[in-house]
Nanobody, 107 residues
Framework: QLQASGGGLVQPGASLRLSCVAS??????MNWYRQAPGKQREWVAR???????YYAGSVKGRFTISRDNAKNTVYLQMNSLKPEDTAVYFC?????WGQGTQVTVSS
C-alpha cells in the first residue's frame, strides 16, 4: 500500500511537500503522477532505485523528488507553485498506486 499526504490549498508561489509512505520497501523506482479535473493522469517525477531523478518539463526546476529508504517514504518538494499545478497527486510503485492527495493553488 502507498499512502500519500501533504496536499492542501496554497497561494501561487507557495511551497508544499508531499509524502508517500509505503507499507513495504521502496527499493524500486518510484513515481509521482497528477490528475487535474477533466484531464488525463500525467507523470510528474521519478526517482530510480539508484537515486537518479527525472522530471516532466512543466515542473523541472520547481519540484524535487527524493526518497528515504529507511522510512519507506518518497517525497515531492514543490516550490513556486502555479494554479496549473492544481491536481490530485498520486504516488506510484510498479503497479501500485496511492489514494492521492489534493493540491490546490489559488489566490
Amino acid at each position: 500500500q502507498l499512502q500519500a499526504s501533504g496536499g492542501g490549498l496554497v497561494q501561487p508561489g507557495a511551497s508544499l511537500r508531499l509524502s508517500c509512505v509505503a507499507s513495504g520497501s521502496i527499493t524500486s523506482d518510484m513515481n509521482w503522477y497528477r490528475q487535474a479535473p477533466g484531464k488525463q493522469r500525467e507523470w510528474v517525477a521519478r526517482i530510480t532505485r539508484l537515486g537518479s531523478t527525472y522530471y516532466a518539463g512543466s515542473v523541472k526546476g520547481r519540484f524535487t523528488i527524493s526518497r528515504d529508504n529507511a522510512k519507506n517514504t518518497v517525497y515531492l518538494q514543490m516550490n513556486s507553485l502555479k494554479p496549473e499545478d492544481t491536481a490530485v497527486y498520486f504516488c506510484n510503485q510498479a503497479t501500485y498506486w496511492g489514494q492521492g492527495t489534493q493540491v490546490t493553488v489559488s489566490s
